[in-house]
């Protein structure tokens, strides 16, 4: 493993969009598993600049969200579904058959984990995976906890993650999470 030290925002931002790039370059079908948030926005502005230069590095390229806001719908400006769209899928051209995602809003959100758990099984595994660490430790929506799921998940929110700045743009308030598990990250 190499530990880099970088000094700034945006030499972090360049740093995790150039490793992306590489690997894309090594891997055109790169499964990419893409957090929401202030820590990633840096990283995916220069990968839609990349893209404008190298739009054929990523046609194969797919996508996976690592998270979602339960219990609203998908539409809310606050989703991290309407973040990614935004964000990375639409500047990078990344089509539905290469995006495995959640839907915020399911009928039977248990079975929504499976389903996208079912789904990373057969297209994985995750080949690079953007994360940050939330204000109170979380990595996705996996709350800090004397033991954590090792796969796809509800999760409870803490008081202090439905306090993010995204939970303040949505319409609603989630009342759960759905979020990838720490043995999949």
Not at 7 to 15: K, L, M, P, Q, T
Not at 22 to 45: D, F, H, M
Not at 70 to 86: K, N, R
Request: proline share 5%; hydrophobic share 35%.
């Amino acid at each position: 493993m190499k530990i880099s030290v970088l000094d700034s925002y945006e030499a972090i931002s360049r740093e995790a969009a150039s490793i992306i790039t590489r690997q894309l370059e090594i891997n055109n079908k790169l499964l990419l598993c893409a957090a929401t948030g202030n820590t990633p926005s840096g990283t995916y502005e220069r990968l839609a600049q990349e893209y404008d230069k190298r739009p054929a590095l990523f046609d194969a390229m797919r996508v996976l969200k690592l998270d979602e806001w339960g219990g609203i719908p998908m539409e809310d400006p606050g989703t991290c579904e309407t973040y990614l769209q935004a964000r990375l899928l639409s500047p990078l051209r990344i089509t539905s058959d290469r995006y495995l995602s959640f839907h915020s809003d399911a009928a039977d959100p248990e079975e929504e984990c499976k389903r996208v758990q079912k789904k990373l099984e057969k297209a994985g595994p995750i080949d690079c995976c953007m994360l940050g660490l939330g204000l109170n430790g979380h990595i996705g929506l996996n709350e800090p906890a004397g033991s954590l799921q090792p796969d796809f998940h509800l999760a409870q929110l803490s008081e202090g993650t439905l306090g993010h700045s995204m939970v303040a743009a949505m319409n609603r308030r989630p009342s759960y999470g759905l979020t990838l598990g720490m043995a999949d990250i």
